[in-house]
């Protein structure tokens, strides 16, 4: 299992345009459409599969919403902040 990262650790370790929003990590991604939008979950989904870590994603008409929190223990982990850093590095 996982360890919960303290306060100061997640501040310190979110990537950018990444938000606390309780014991969840969430950023909001922008698109021109929809199915981009829809491709960009997709890749999300395959990145989330390979580190078997799934984040929640809502896709809206222009936007996708993606929140990560490590269930089982609770809160945010390393695993979350590590699932993040994949994402913005396909982006």
Known sequence: MAEL???????????????????????IYEFDDYLRGVNFAQMVGEIAEAQYHHPEMIVRYEEVEIRLTSHEEGGITDADVEMAELIESER
């Open 5 to 27: 990262l303290s306060d100061e650790e997640i501040a310190n370790s979110l990537p950018d345009a990444w938000e606390r929003e309780g014991d969840e990590i969430v950023r």
